[in-house]
């Protein structure tokens, strides 16, 4: 039995039934990451001994009729930008090359504490920061799909693992589209919740107003299940909101007669891909056959969301990572000429290309003189935005379009000019500076086999409502199901 095949509440309903056991399900898995890991590069850390220990004590709880937690049995990967006690954390650079925490992040808590498997850390963007996963200190990893082609990122990783069978569910965090770009592109379910609805504590910040960690799954069934586990307030991080959090599970399966779906004529625009267009298209007349009513809406500041984004992401990230000095934390040089030239040595080894520009033009945003002019503007943009979704959220219950404006792009095709790179996340970032929730579900394929991912957004903290509207359209169709050969 290929068990690796299966999604996470399948495992989990077998285990529970006593028809196979954890340490089983654990095994097949790292026999398939043994054939297969090669091609993709998913991973920068395996946790197999302890991971078969985890899967053990799970087996003798359920043989002794214990309770067991919601993950009960079921590996799962986690981005390696999440710290992981006794388990390095290098967010995908060589400054923290060696870094191993002393501490659990409060969601790699809530998956031990649920009876998940930590089977790894998957590869990403050096400290989140990239779409494509091109970024990596490490290299970068493959798109099942097409090897010639990114997963997308900075959560590639973690999408490409579960894409290929690799895990059964993953943790990515998304700053700009860091878990539904990728998602979109290696087909399958991502989930970027509403800014505090899960804690960021223990996460490696890379701008801090717009983090947010999430689910990537299988399929929705699998995302309303792990969401279950991974949200709810924590003390330990101020911006988590004290809300209490609904069973997704119970509610998913209410349908959509009814419901009001509006369209953005700003996503569809130039740039969008030919094939995306269609497939976003077909989607919602998908809607419509089940009773959904759409229509035309605007969010007039869309296209000021890459400059704002770029402004406000980049500040935040140059504080952030001013930590990393070679003394407070990190790489150190070996040869330096006095305490100055150490820190820059030390930062410059460390941090890769594409973390330098940012931090470069985070700092010149910030700095005395241009604050006002770049900064504080892209606060304001920042509000405006949220305004648009705001009186957008007043006439629909959620927002339809695509999530990338392009499948999959071979690697190097976007490498060398940043800024085409960063238009791939031109129907993502707007989400994040408003702080909603969104989430990617696979919703065609192009001529040449590459997935399209269908973008749905929400209101505030109502992840019920998207993951209930995802669920009702992947019910009826089969993109779910359709599998990478590799």
Excluded at 42 to 53: G, I, M, P
Excluded at 58 to 73: C, F, M, P, S, V
Excluded at 326 to 339: E, V
Excluded at 441 to 466: A, M, V
């Amino acid at each position: 039995m290929d068990l690796y095949k299966k999604t996470a509440s399948e495992i989990k309903e077998l285990v529970l039934k006593k028809e196979i056991k954890s340490v089983e399900v654990t095994e097949d898995l790292f026999k398939r990451i043994d054939e297969v890991e090669p091609k993709i590069k998913a991973y920068l850390t395996l946790n197999k001994e302890s991971a078969l220990a985890q899967a053990k004590k799970i087996d003798e709880k359920i043989a002794r009729n214990e309770k067991t937690g919601q993950l009960a049995g079921i590996p799962i990967a986690l981005k390696d930008n999440l710290c992981t006690e006794g388990i390095k954390t290098t967010c995908a650079s060589k400054i923290l090359n060696n870094f191993i925490p002393p501490y659990d992040a409060s969601v790699v808590k809530r998956i031990k504490e649920e009876d998940g498997i930590i089977i790894g850390k998957t590869n990403l963007d050096e400290f989140a920061m990239g779409s494509s996963t091109e970024n990596s200190a490490f290299g970068p990893s493959r798109n099942p799909w097409d090897p010639a082609r990114v997963p997308g990122g900075s959560s590639g990783g973690s999408a490409a693992a579960i894409a290929a069978d690799l895990a059964f569910l993953a943790l990515g965090s998304d700053t700009g589209g860091s878990i539904r770009q990728p998602a979109a592109l290696s087909g399958i379910v991502g989930l970027k919740p509403t800014y505090g609805r899960v804690s960021r504590y223990g996460l490696v910040a890379y701008a801090s107003s717009l983090d947010q960690i999430g689910p990537m799954t299988k399929d929705v069934r699998d995302a309303a299940l792990f969401l279950n586990v991974l949200a709810g307030q924590d003390p330990a991080d101020s911006t988590s909101v004290p809300l209490e959090t609904p069973d997704h599970l119970e509610k998913i399966s209410r349908g959509v007669k009814g419901l009001k779906i509006g369209v953005p004529k700003e996503f569809f625009v130039a740039g969008l891909d030919k094939e995306v267009k269609e497939s976003i298209d077909q989607g919602l007349k998908v809607y419509e056959k089940l009773g959904a009513e759409i229509s035309q809406i605007s969010l007039p500041h869309t296209e000021h969301g890459i400059a704002t984004y770029y402004l406000i992401a980049p500040s935040e990230a140059s504080s952030n990572l001013a930590r990393y000095d070679g003394i407070h934390y990190g790489h150190q040089t070996k040869s330096s000429k006095g305490l100055i030239d150490m820190y820059s040595q030390s930062r410059s080894e460390g941090f890769g290309d594409e973390v330098k520009r940012r931090i470069m033009l985070g700092t010149f945003s910030l700095s005395s003189g241009y604050y006002d002019a770049y900064y504080l503007r892209a606060l304001k943009v920042r509000q405006l935005i949220k305004q648009d979704f705001d009186e957008a959220f007043k006439k629909v219950d959620v927002i339809m379009g695509p999530t990338s404006p392009i499948p999959a792009f071979k690697f190097g095709e976007k490498a060398a000019n940043p800024l085409q790179m960063y238009l791939c996340d031109v129907f993502t970032v707007t989400t994040n500076l408003a702080g909603l929730p969104g989430i990617s579900i696979p919703c065609g394929f192009t001529k040449s086999s590459l997935p399209i991912g269908l973008q749905i957004l929400g209101r505030p903290f109502d992840e019920t409502t998207l993951l209930q509207t995802a669920y009702a359209f992947e019910q009826k169709t089969e993109f779910h199901k359709t599998k990478p050969r590799i």
